[in-house]
C-alpha cells in the first residue's frame, strides 16, 4: 500500500536539504541578483520575466508581487511578465516559431539596463536561450533561475542561480522561495 506520509516527509525533506545544504551559494546569488534589481529599479528600468508552463505562472506571479506589493506599502516597480500575453504570445509562435515568442516581444520592449529574469527547471528551453541572446545585443542583464544541473542557459546569462536537483516539483518549490526572499529584500534594499 502506498505510504502517504512518507511521500510528504520524503518531499518536505528533500525542500529542506536542498535550501539547507545551498544556502551560502544561494545567499550569493540572491545578492547579486537584488543589487541589480534595485539599480534598474531605482532607475524605471523594466524587470522582464519569462519562463515556460509552470514558471510561466511563477513569472505572472513574481512580477505581479513588485508591481503590487510584498510585505510592504512602496511605490509600484515596474515589471513585466513576458507570458501574459496570449495575442502576442500566439501571433509570434505562429509567425515566427515558438523559440521567438520571448526574444520578439523584449526586441520591441526592451532598453539598455533593464533586467530579464528566466525561469527554468531544466535549464535547455531553446525560446529563454532566444530572448537571452536578444538581451545581451540590447544590454539588457539577465538572471537565470534554473534547475538540473543549469543546462545550456546558465552560459548565456548575467547570473545564473541553479538549484541542483532532476526533480521538477523540489526545484519550482526552491525558485518559488528564492523568489520570494529576492522579492523582501529588494524592498528593504530600496528602503520601503
Not at 536539504?17 to 543589487?35: F, G, R, T
Not at 537565470?144 to 518549490?173: C, M, W
Amino acid at each position: 500500500m502506498f505510504d502517504m506520509k512518507k511521500y510528504i516527509f520524503d518531499a518536505v525533506e528533500d525542500n529542506i536539504n536542498l535550501l539547507e545544504i545551498n544556502k551560502l551559494y544561494y545567499s550569493k546569488k540572491i545578492i547579486a541578483i537584488v543589487n541589480i534589481l534595485s539599480k534598474a529599479a531605482k532607475r524605471r528600468n523594466t524587470i522582464f520575466w519569462a519562463g515556460n508552463g509552470g514558471s510561466a505562472a511563477d513569472c505572472q506571479h513574481m512580477a505581479a508581487e513588485l508591481v503590487g506589493r510584498f510585505e510592504k506599502e512602496r511605490p509600484a516597480i515596474n515589471s513585466i511578465s513576458l507570458t501574459t500575453d496570449t495575442s502576442a504570445l500566439t501571433a509570434i509562435s505562429n509567425d515566427y516559431g515558438y523559440e521567438n515568442v520571448f526574444a520578439r516581444q523584449l526586441k520591441a520592449n526592451g532598453k539598455k539596463n533593464d533586467i530579464l529574469i528566466v525561469i527554468s527547471t531544466s535549464g535547455n528551453s531553446k525560446n529563454l536561450i532566444k530572448a537571452l541572446q536578444v538581451a545581451k545585443k540590447l544590454k539588457i542583464n539577465s538572471v537565470a533561475l534554473l534547475g538540473n544541473n543549469g543546462g545550456k542557459i546558465k552560459k548565456y546569462a548575467d547570473i545564473s542561480l541553479v538549484i541542483n536537483s532532476k526533480k521538477t516539483p523540489r526545484v519550482q518549490e526552491v525558485q518559488h522561495i528564492i523568489c520570494h526572499i529576492i522579492c523582501g529584500l529588494l524592498e528593504k534594499k530600496m528602503g520601503f
